[in-house]
């Protein structure tokens, strides 16, 4: 079996493990394990996963940061890539460790804290402990419990009542090593009452190896929160993302989530969404843009449990070459989830014969006073809108060009800030020039 081996390791350096993180972590490890042992990674005898057969990542020789060493790089050296003329304050994740000498950042707010989540647990263990391992439910996500058993470290954004950081929040996530890794992230994201965030996370691998990358968000929005979570991947074609968010929010709360991968090896995002107040709002979207072999899997699950609530999910992929693209979405209404306005669109557009889009759209609703809708629609470019270009003195791959840059647009429009927006809209153009071939040199932002 795939699973023995970190079974072994696990039970193996459980002290280690131990000793090189925190209390507040290490509690949940062992209730991982043993789920972890009954169901395992995922594979593609499962429904969810039918595409995508997860457990085949893990089966190689991978290594481990067990005693949690700290990789001897200065982010600030080693990588130059940021988003320009985007006023952030700037954190990094080293593999799956928070580096904690970063650059002096504008001060954060009274009361706000942003960094590793080990001493956000020691310095404030009640709120962590009220949230770390219980959104990111891992009963049927043998993923998640392997997360669980393995992470060290990770980061925290803790907001307080009341409290709005004006200036976006950027975790630049930089994938470093001299063999192939297996890199085990934690974030956790908590807004109180009344609280606003936006946070824009940055994958990029730096070293030209292996990686297979777990990653847990849990995201706890209190009401009338507003937490805007934006991810941006630009991986190598040697690596295996597999993130995982799960949201909780309350009554007058609003969460935006947008994933954004231009450039990746094989990607499953797994998003969870569950809204446990009245008048909550989520705004869920999507854009991968594949080509060659890569892998792109968005599986997103809304749970409407309350009424007069509101969500709108938009999941776009647009695949060449032999790429293939997987997007299942559910939502389930409730049955006292009664004015519950829900919708789901999935567009998929392929630029070759020989990519391959896979799409299932669901609805579940117990509610019988409701307005929802999904749409899903697989295609390929607008013959009709290429003559009209192209008789308008426009050439063939430029007049392609635009309609795929067009194509893409409602999704960046998701975004609420400006100039994340119009640099989203400069890469996307650049990747589909072919001028994003991978982001080791940095050359994305170049």
Same mark, same amino acid.
């Given at each position: 079996m795939i699973e023995q081996q970190y079974k072994d390791l696990f039970q193996q350096f459980r002290s280690e493990l131990d000793a090189n993180s925190v =209390?507040?972590?290490?509690?949940?490890? %062992?209730?991982a394990f043993d789920r972890f042992q009954q169901i395992g990674f995922p594979t593609s005898r499962e429904e969810d996963y039918k595409h995508s057969n997860l457990a085949r990542a893990f089966d190689a020789d991978l290594g481990l940061n067990l005693r949690n060493i700290p990789i001897p790089v200065n982010p600030y050296d080693a990588f130059k890539c940021d988003v320009p003329n985007l006023s952030t304050h700037l954190y990094f994740l080293i593999n799956d460790r928070y580096y904690d000498k970063p650059m002096v950042n504008d001060p954060l707010p009274e009361g706000v804290y942003v960094g590793s989540m080990q001493r956000f647990s020691e310095d404030h263990p009640e709120i962590f402990n009220a949230h770390y391992g219980r959104i990111a439910d891992y009963a049927d996500n043998g993923v998640v419990a392997y997360n669980t058993m393995f992470a060290q470290d990770g980061f925290v954004v803790y907001v307080p009542k009341n409290v709005t950081v004006e200036k976006p929040l950027q975790l630049i996530n930089i994938l470093r090593g001299g063999v192939d890794l297996n890199v085990n992230r934690r974030l956790l994201i908590i807004a109180e009452e009344n609280a606003h965030v936006k946070l824009l996370v940055c994958d990029h691998a730096v070293d030209d190896v292996h990686f297979v990358v777990t990653q847990v968000t849990e995201v706890s929005a209190a009401a009338h929160a507003q937490v805007d979570i934006y991810e941006l991947e630009e991986? #190598? $074609?040697? *690596?295996?993302? $597999?993130?995982? $968010? @799960? #949201? =909780?929010?309350?009554?007058? #709360?609003? *969460?935006v /989530? #947008?994933? +954004?991968? $231009?450039?990746?090896?094989? /990607?499953?995002?797994?998003?969870? @969404?569950?809204i446990l107040g009245e008048h909550a709002h989520v705004n869920a979207g999507g854009l991968a843009i594949c080509d060659r072999q890569q892998h792109i899997d968005n599986f997103a699950f809304l749970d409407h449990a309350l009424p007069n609530c509101t969500s709108n999910e938009l999941f776009k992929t647009v695949l060449d070459d032999s790429a293939t693209g997987v997007f299942c979405g559910k939502i389930l209404v409730e049955k006292d989830a009664q004015k519950t306005q829900a919708y789901q669109n999935n567009r998929n557009l392929l630029a070759s014969a020989t990519a391959h889009m896979f799409s299932k759209p669901q609805l579940e609703i117990y509610a019988d006073d409701v307005k929802c809708s999904h749409g899903l629609t697989t295609g390929q470019l607008d013959e009709d809108a290429l003559f009209y270009m192209r008789a308008r003195g +426009? %050439?063939?791959d430029e007049a392609k060009l635009l309609l795929m840059v067009a194509f893409t647009h409602d999704v960046v429009d998701l975004v609420r800030i400006d100039t994340l927006q119009e640099r989203l809209t400069m890469l996307i153009e650049k990747r589909f020039r072919g001028e994003l071939m991978r982001c080791g040199n940095c050359n994305v932002c170049k």
């Open positions: =209390e507040g972590m290490n509690r949940h490890r %062992d209730a991986n #190598s $074609l040697k *690596v295996t993302r $597999l993130n995982n $968010l @799960f #949201s =909780e929010q309350m009554e007058h #709360s609003h *969460v /989530t #947008s994933g +954004i991968t $231009l450039h990746n090896g094989y /990607t499953r995002n797994n998003y969870r @969404f569950r +426009i %050439d063939k």
